[in-house]
């Protein structure tokens, strides 16, 4: 096997996971093994949510080998982990060559996880049920529902225009705030009794699709590991985004209450 092949394979193994929300201890550990299982030794990895750093020591005589690759997006999809934790598992039992390694990784990388009728299925089940708990009424079900599905449809597209972490999510509060409000109005102009009685419970139900617990738990989990800046960087990450969240929702509150 070619060095720079183990290399290549351990680094694109812990790329995929770094990129579905894989935490940092353990994307070290599949880069480490995949090395050893592969000859390479003395593997040293170290991660941060946008980077990864790979060396291994030079073996009979050879030169010491680098790698580096940035990680400019994140994502959360626990299947795809779940899939390299498995094929890294098979590799470091010898029952894979490199270049079946790299077919695998490469299939992993291209599965599509992302059910659109299940995620705004799931959506509007966790927004009416988010909402309920939040002391909203059973008339706002259906509407909690209603808006937490638009509101994961509409920031799919905006997922597709590659627009910044940051921006996303101040939309995602701005557009839960404004189709909430509108089917309030509309339910006031129509006379209805029944409709959409606690907007605000909607808009609480809807936001918490869009918290970050994934990222909170992961900088948690990190910090406990003792990768204190990985730790650092996602709490801090988890925090601004639930700043833009709240930002966004309340721009939109402070404008249709007359704050403008």
């Given amino acids: ?10 680094m694109d193994a812990g790329e995929i996971m770094l990129v579905n929300g894989g935490e940092t201890y353990r994307v070290e550990d599949t880069i480490r093994r995949i090395c050893q299982a592969g000859g390479l030794s003395g593997a040293e990895a170290f991660v941060t949510p946008t980077g990864i750093f790979l060396s291994v020591d030079g073996a009979g005589g050879d030169q010491p080998l680098s790698l580096v690759r940035r990680i400019p997006q994140r994502t959360i999809d626990l299947n795809k982990i779940a899939g390299v934790n498995d094929f890294s598992r098979r590799f470091a039992a010898g029952r894979m060559a490199v270049d079946e390694g790299m077919q695998e990784l490469a299939a992993i990388r291209r599965e599509v996880t992302h059910n659109h009728g299940r995620t705004l299925l799931a959506s509007g089940v966790g927004a009416a049920a ?16 209603l808006v937490g599905a638009v509101t994961m449809r509409l920031l799919d597209r905006l997922t597709v225009l590659q627009t910044t972490h940051f921006i996303k999510e101040f939309a995602g509060g701005a557009i839960a705030a404004v189709i909430a409000l509108l089917l309030s109005e509309a339910v006031r102009l129509a006379g209805g009794q029944a409709g959409l009685l606690h907007p605000d419970k ?4 809807t936001l918490y699709l869009l918290v970050p617990g994934v990222t909170f738990t992961n900088a948690v989990r990190d910090l406990i590991a003792g990768d204190l800046v ?3 960087v996602r709490g801090l990450d988890a925090l601004l985004v639930a700043g833009a969240l709240a930002g966004g929702s309340g721009f939109v509150l402070a404008f249709w209450g007359g704050g403008f």
Avoid: K, N
């Fill in 1 to 10: 096997m070619e060095r720079h092949d183990v290399l290549r394979l351990a």
């Fill in 130 to 145: 988010a909402t309920l708990l939040l002391g909203g009424a059973l008339a706002d079900l259906f509407p909690a529902a």
């Fill in 202 to 205: 909607v808009i609480l139900g």
């Fill in 230 to 232: 990985s730790g650092a």
